[in-house]
């Protein structure tokens, strides 16, 4: 019976002991070992679990230091029968249980309206490709390292000194790390009374709210932008105020003017992962001076940037003290750990502390000197470098992947970074419906409804995150993903067969083609320009930040136009049938299906010589 209750999976981090020690718990608690019955004997169980008897010895023990069971002398081991003392009367435990219906609703102080709609279904990792932001996949935690921390954390000597800790502070030693490690890397100088840890940044953005908002205040938040932050403002009472967005981040006009704080997302952008350029920042601050305006920045994603070095934050341009910083570890960590962070002057801090005492004291303080510990030891660091280069080779895989399989079907604009691509597609598309056919493929994307606070949204619209799907999944996925959306669209696409202009043949592909140069957009916003030279070699080079160059071959066969790059396009060889429409060139598959638009210059013959 025992070796039946009692699995032990040695594939597990866990180690043997613990999990003998806890499957023996559990089976105390729920009744499968009766109060007072006896247990085999340590070499007993070891035989039967197939273990060194030592580690039932120290099981044995462990329990019996706890209370869980008894040793009596000369006749064995026993389960404790005074385990449950102190419970109620274990009759009405196994009364089964009647919910009772409620009829509190009349005594809520306003019924909270928030999001109901979510970016995933709660079974996600049951899916074969999870494009989804925000989640991720087990891999990526650093186990041994933070479990050091917590060891670290929890000796003797390290509970005296947290567990003394009064009043309102939180543990000096995280403070000193996220004031000397973390806030640095931003540009940001702070004291240690202009720092407050949160559970989150969840937490630090309703403290804030606290603080700031009410009826009679109006707050300008990114339209699209985060959802839950919109939730915690109305419910504040805040006047809001819906600030479109674009390729340099929050707009910045004359409509702030109405304002008196601003919410923004500056490194990467909720939803959209667009950088806010340096000169909207200083426009913004600039804004926030001439309007005396209180500016939110909520920083949670500054790690990601993968094509330049971050933006300073806004706070470490401001000279007024009028940019309230929040930000926290990884989303990766704060998963599991849900530690955050709010930089301001000592006196929104002063007060922010009095908030939080209404609620929580303050976070764990066991669990922010594992932290400090986890940054003190160098581990922060390394767990980073070893993230943005996870996250960067998917970023690119799948920017490449999208590239390849469809190159003149969607657009994702100009990003520098982040871990999610907002993907606009062809205008028929049905975003809502892609999403429904994609999961019965085992396909997960978001649904950007949820992001628009306005009841008008782009239908076409949808996001790919890169945080919880492997890289070797990603380029499948995305293959799979451009075969339905040409199933979903392809009554309204371009074929071969009713294509304007005109299909060339081998004889006009070989009068354009030598040394022409072939001129498209990439999906994510930069330009390309590919020179086919006369002697069948090829270059390509692509414009903005990141630039690639790349080289092949090209040829012409049964009137279709093939190419083969080193690089691009995973050095496979495609072939093209061409239709020109003035200096447009079109190029179609072996399906018949359009496949992208290029403007053709500097070809030295006319299709009509």
Same mark, same amino acid.
């Given at each position: 019976?025992?070796?039946?209750?009692?699995?032990?999976?040695?594939?597990?981090?866990?180690?043997?002991?613990?999990?003998?020690?806890?499957?023996?718990?559990?089976?105390?608690?729920?009744?499968?070992?009766?109060?007072?019955?006896?247990?085999?004997?340590?070499?007993?169980?070891?035989?039967?679990?197939?273990?060194?008897?030592?580690?039932?010895?120290?099981?044995?023990?462990?329990?019996?230091?706890?209370?869980?069971?008894?040793?009596?002398?000369?006749?064995?081991?026993?389960?404790?029968?005074?385990?449950?003392?102190?419970?109620?009367?274990?009759?009405?435990?196994?009364?089964?249980?009647?919910?009772?219906?409620?009829?509190?609703?009349?005594?809520?102080?306003?019924?909270?309206?928030?999001?109901?709609?979510?970016?995933?279904?709660?079974?996600?990792?049951?899916?074969?490709?999870?494009?989804?932001?925000?989640?991720?996949?087990?891999?990526?935690?650093?186990?041994?390292?933070?479990?050091?921390?917590?060891?670290?954390?929890?000796?003797?000597?390290?509970?005296?000194?947290?567990?003394?800790l009064q009043g309102l502070g939180d543990d000096p030693m995280l403070i000193e790390q996220i004031r000397t490690k973390v806030i640095p890397r931003r540009g940001i100088q702070a004291s240690s009374d202009e720092i407050l840890i949160t559970v989150g940044t969840q937490q630090a953005l309703h403290l804030i709210s606290q603080l700031f908002v009410d009826d009679t205040v109006t707050v300008a938040v990114e339209e699209p932008g985060y959802p839950e932050v919109r939730d915690l403002l109305q419910y504040s009472g805040a006047n809001l105020l819906y600030q479109p967005v674009d390729d340099n981040?929050?707009?910045?006009?004359?409509?702030?003017?109405?304002?008196?704080?601003?919410?923004?997302?500056?490194?990467?952008?909720?939803?959209?992962?667009?950088?806010?350029?340096?000169?909207?920042?200083?426009?913004?601050?600039?804004?926030?001076?001439?309007?005396?305006?209180?500016?939110?920045?909520?920083?949670?994603?500054?790690?990601?940037?993968?094509?330049?070095?971050?933006?300073?934050?806004?706070?470490?341009?401001?000279?007024?003290?009028?940019?309230?910083?929040?930000?926290?570890l990884s989303k990766v960590l704060a998963s599991g750990i849900q530690i955050g962070f709010i930089v301001a002057d000592s006196g929104v801090i002063s007060e922010l502390k009095k908030l939080r005492k209404m609620t929580m004291r303050n976070p764990p303080l066991n669990n922010q000197r594992a932290v400090a510990y986890f940054l003190s030891l160098g581990y922060y660091d390394a767990f980073m470098?070893?993230?943005?280069?996870?996250?960067?080779?998917?970023?690119?895989?799948?920017?490449?992947?999208?590239?390849?399989?469809?190159?003149?079907? @969607?657009?994702?604009?100009? &990003?520098?970074? /982040?871990?999610?691509?907002?993907?606009?597609?062809?205008? %028929? =598309?049905?975003? !809502?419906?892609?999403?429904?056919?994609?999961?019965?493929?085992?396909?997960?994307?978001?649904?950007?409804?949820?992001?628009?606070?306005?009841?008008?949204?782009?239908?076409?619209?949808?996001?790919?995150?890169?945080?919880? @799907?492997?890289?070797?999944? &990603?380029?499948? /996925?995305?293959?799979?993903?451009?075969?339905?959306?040409? %199933? =979903?669209?392809? !009554?309204?696409?371009?074929?071969?067969?009713?294509?304007?202009?005109?299909?060339?043949?081998?004889?006009?592909?070989?009068?354009?083609?030598?040394?022409?140069?072939?001129?498209?957009?990439?999906?994510?916003?930069?330009?390309?320009?590919?020179?086919?030279?006369?002697? /069948?070699?090829?270059?390509?080079?692509?414009?903005?930040?990141?630039?690639?160059?790349?080289?092949?071959?090209?040829?012409?066969?049964?009137?279709?136009?093939?190419?083969?790059?080193?690089?691009?396009?995973?050095?496979?060889?495609?072939?093209?049938?061409?239709?020109?429409?003035?200096?447009?060139?079109?190029?179609?598959?072996?399906?018949?299906?359009?496949?992208?638009?290029?403007?053709?210059?500097?070809?030295?013959?006319?299709?009509?010589?």
């Amino acid at each position: 019976m025992l070796k039946r209750l009692i699995h032990i999976d040695t594939s597990l981090d866990e180690s043997l002991q613990s999990q003998i020690r806890n499957k023996l718990v559990e089976g105390i608690l729920v009744g499968s070992f009766a109060l007072g019955s006896r247990l085999p004997s340590s070499r007993k169980l070891a035989e039967q679990l197939g273990v060194a008897r030592n580690t039932v010895v120290l099981v044995y023990q462990t329990l019996q230091d706890e209370g869980y069971i008894i040793s009596k002398e000369r006749s064995g081991i026993y389960v404790n029968e005074k385990i449950h003392q102190g419970w109620v009367n274990d009759n009405e435990l196994h009364m089964a249980y009647q919910p009772k219906a409620s009829d509190n609703q009349h005594r809520f102080k306003g019924t909270l309206q928030v999001t109901n709609d979510t970016a995933c279904p709660a079974d996600w990792q049951k899916y074969s490709y999870p494009f989804i932001d925000g989640k991720f996949d087990v891999s990526l935690y650093p186990v041994k390292e933070w479990r050091d921390a917590n060891q670290q954390a929890n000796v003797t000597r390290e509970i005296n000194q947290w567990s003394q800790l009064q009043g309102l502070g939180d543990d000096p030693m995280l403070i000193e790390q996220i004031r000397t490690k973390v806030i640095p890397r931003r540009g940001i100088q702070a004291s240690s009374d202009e720092i407050l840890i949160t559970v989150g940044t969840q937490q630090a953005l309703h403290l804030i709210s606290q603080l700031f908002v009410d009826d009679t205040v109006t707050v300008a938040v990114e339209e699209p932008g985060y959802p839950e932050v919109r939730d915690l403002l109305q419910y504040s009472g805040a006047n809001l105020l819906y600030q479109p967005v674009d390729d340099n981040g929050m707009q910045v006009n004359e409509q702030l003017d109405r304002c008196d704080i601003v919410y923004t997302t500056p490194s990467h952008q909720t939803p959209t992962s667009v950088t806010m350029s340096m000169t909207r920042r200083h426009e913004l601050l600039d804004k926030a001076k001439a309007q005396d305006l209180l500016i939110i920045e909520d920083d949670f994603e500054f790690e990601s940037n993968f094509l330049r070095q971050p933006h300073p934050a806004l706070r470490s341009l401001d000279s007024g003290n009028r940019v309230v910083y929040i930000s926290c570890l990884s989303k990766v960590l704060a998963s599991g750990i849900q530690i955050g962070f709010i930089v301001a002057d000592s006196g929104v801090i002063s007060e922010l502390k009095k908030l939080r005492k209404m609620t929580m004291r303050n976070p764990p303080l066991n669990n922010q000197r594992a932290v400090a510990y986890f940054l003190s030891l160098g581990y922060y660091d390394a767990f980073m470098l070893h993230l943005h280069k996870v996250f960067f080779e998917r970023w690119l895989t799948l920017r490449e992947a999208l590239n390849t399989y469809l190159p003149n079907c @969607i657009d994702t604009g100009p &990003i520098q970074g /982040g871990t999610a691509y907002w993907i606009t597609g062809p205008p %028929q =598309l049905d975003g !809502e419906n892609l999403r429904e056919k994609a999961a019965e493929l085992g396909i997960l994307i978001e649904p950007v409804k949820r992001y628009f606070a306005q009841s008008k949204h782009p239908e076409n619209c949808f996001r790919m995150g890169i945080t919880s @799907i492997p890289n070797h999944r &990603i380029r499948d /996925g995305v293959s799979k993903l451009a075969d339905l959306i040409h %199933q =979903l669209t392809e !009554e309204h696409e371009e074929k071969l067969g009713n294509a304007s202009g005109k299909l060339l043949n081998d004889e006009a592909l070989r009068k354009c083609l030598p040394g022409a140069r072939l001129e498209c957009q990439m999906v994510y916003g930069v330009p390309c320009t590919i020179d086919l030279l006369p002697d /069948g070699s090829m270059s390509g080079h692509t414009g903005g930040i990141g630039s690639e160059i790349d080289t092949g071959h090209w040829w012409i066969e049964n009137g279709m136009y093939w190419r083969q790059w080193k690089l691009w396009s995973y050095g496979e060889v495609k072939g093209f049938y061409v239709i020109m429409d003035g200096d447009q060139m079109k190029w179609f598959d072996q399906n018949y299906s359009f496949v992208r638009q290029l403007d053709l210059k500097g070809y030295p013959a006319t299709l009509d010589q």
